[in-house]
């Protein structure tokens, strides 16, 4: 079997073997990153528009249950003397995040405004500081349908292939993440009543979290993703 040199052309390396060629820099799509994961955390669920987010780990989306590292911080109710653990891993991701060791953060739970969709709130606020992530996240989609478009008019077929079955890839995992994200059971409501609680985070980190104790029970209460069907 004829062997042909390899050529190395800045950083993506080139093998061919008998006419089959090897592309090394297709592995990015298998890096095991954990952005998509992280972002799935942040924002509770996923959306449609997920789909046309290409990034690395996109095997990774459904470990987006596991961004707590494990850790289910012990919580005690000021209020009523109880205490528990924030099962919510979502929250102890956020949590972790904005803690500082040695140092004692203020954290208030407020309900989500139900007058408005999340559509218009990022179109609202999409020049804003605190909605400037969301700016950037819908630079994904658009580069993704320019590609596209690109790699039409160039009528590189194989490359539309290859990133139609990516974008399947990341709706069928939007799809999953949606229904294993379905609110359960967060306790017995308590409208009107006011909860504040101390978390005690590892390395010395310690929040304090105020706000209506149905907000909290919402947040800390329970798992934010259902157990993975075999």
Not at 24 to 52: E, F, N
Request: glycine share 8%; proline share 3%.
């Amino acid at each position: 079997m004829e062997k042909t040199p390899f050529t190395t052309d800045g950083a993506t390396t080139m093998w061919t073997l008998s006419g089959v060629s090897l592309d090394a820099a297709g592995l990015i799509a298998l890096a095991d990153l954990t952005v998509i994961a992280q972002r799935t955390a942040l924002t509770g669920s996923a959306s449609y528009l997920d789909a046309l987010f290409i990034a690395p780990g996109i095997h990774k989306h459904q470990a987006a249950s596991d961004v707590n590292g494990g850790e289910y911080p012990a919580t005690g109710a000021l209020t009523t003397g109880y205490v528990f653990r924030v099962e919510n891993q979502a929250t102890v991701s956020y949590l972790r995040s904005i803690g500082r060791p040695g140092h004692l953060v203020n954290v208030e739970v407020l309900p989500k405004p139900m007058n408005r969709t999340k559509t218009r709130y990022i179109l609202r606020n999409i020049f804003t500081d605190e909605d400037l992530s969301s700016y950037l996240y819908l630079m994904g989609p658009a580069l993704t349908l320019f590609v596209v478009i690109c790699l039409l008019y160039n009528h590189d077929w194989w490359g539309v292939g290859v990133v139609a079955m990516l974008a399947l890839a990341r709706l069928l995992n939007v799809i999953i993440i949606k229904r294993r994200s379905v609110m359960m059971w967060k306790g017995e409501k308590e409208p009107g009543k006011r909860g504040d609680l101390l978390i005690l985070l590892s390395q010395d980190r310690w929040v304090r979290m105020r706000g209506a104790v149905d907000d909290l029970k919402a947040v800390t209460a329970g798992q934010w993703l259902r157990d993975e069907t075999v």
